[in-house]
């Protein structure tokens, strides 16, 4: 089965400051990546997917997450946050081919951007 | 973007009775929806995979006749949590996958129903 660890649980930041979130999975075969995240009173929504290709994938908003394979890591990275990121993201990881089906969410990690 | 919804957004019931959850793409076709479950301080769980006219795939441990999916229409999927037990508390999370023209091919999340049996 597989798993998802996100470091940190609670991260408070100035802004401007630089962003960089722990996700680790476990899985034996190849898999899909996910960040999603969640801004106060909002949904969930996707920040960012890695299927396949280059491992450093860019997503919406600044951010981007590289895919290092030998240590099934997957962090995401912000050079310069704002105050608009607090927000609670999650990384996510599924086994192919289904690409969204039989996703597993790892806990969330909640970041906190001071003005 | 693509928007889904979910209803109630809180229900309170007593234990031993069945509660129904809707969820709705509204401005897309969603052939397949997913209903997830947290826990307080959990991650979200899959419990099932709902595909339009056919019946629902449930993961290991989730008990098909408790929690009954049922997805007939392209834009309506319900959960109903049959006799409910205090257990059964939590945040009930649905997520909508579409491909019909427009939107780009993802997972739509609604924003969740909080179920409280007492």
């Known amino acids: 089965a597989q798993s998802v660890s996100q470091h940190n649980h609670h991260v408070i930041l100035s802004e401007a400051a630089s962003l960089e979130l722990g996700c680790n999975y476990s899985?034996?075969?190849?898999?899909?990546l996910f960040w999603y995240v969640q801004y106060p009173g909002q949904h969930l929504q996707l920040l960012l997917k890695?299927?396949?290709?280059?491992?450093l994938v860019k997503g919406i908003k600044g951010f981007e997450a590289e895919f290092i394979k030998s240590k099934f890591s997957f962090n995401l990275r912000k050079p310069s946050v704002q105050w608009s990121d607090t927000a609670e993201y999650f990384c996510?990881?599924?086994?192919?081919?289904?690409?969204?089906?039989?996703?597993?969410f790892g806990i969330g990690t909640k970041l906190q951007v001071i003005p | 973007g693509a928007v889904v919804s979910q209803h109630p957004s809180r229900v309170i019931c007593k234990s031993g009775t069945s509660v129904k959850i809707e969820c709705r793409s509204l401005?897309?076709?969603?052939?397949?929806m997913f209903w997830y479950r947290q826990f307080p301080k959990q991650s979200l769980m899959l419990m099932a995979t709902?595909?339009?006219?056919?019946?629902?795939?449930?993961e290991q441990g989730v008990e098909k006749d408790k929690f009954l999916i049922n997805h007939a229409s392209l834009t309506l999927s319900t959960l109903t949590v049959t006799s409910a037990h205090p257990e059964d508390s939590s945040f009930y999370i649905c997520?909508?996958?579409?491909?019909?023209?427009?939107?780009?091919?993802?997972?739509?999340f609604g924003p969740g129903t909080r179920l409280l049996v007492l």
């Open positions: 899985y034996g075969g190849t898999v899909n």
């Open positions: 997520s909508a996958f579409g491909t019909s023209g427009g939107f780009q091919e993802t997972q739509y």
């Open positions: 709902s595909n339009e006219g056919s019946k629902a795939t449930y």
């Open positions: 996510a990881v599924s086994p192919p081919p289904g690409g969204y089906q039989k996703v597993t």
């Open positions: 401005d897309f076709q969603a052939t397949t």
């Open positions: 890695y299927f396949s290709g280059d491992p």
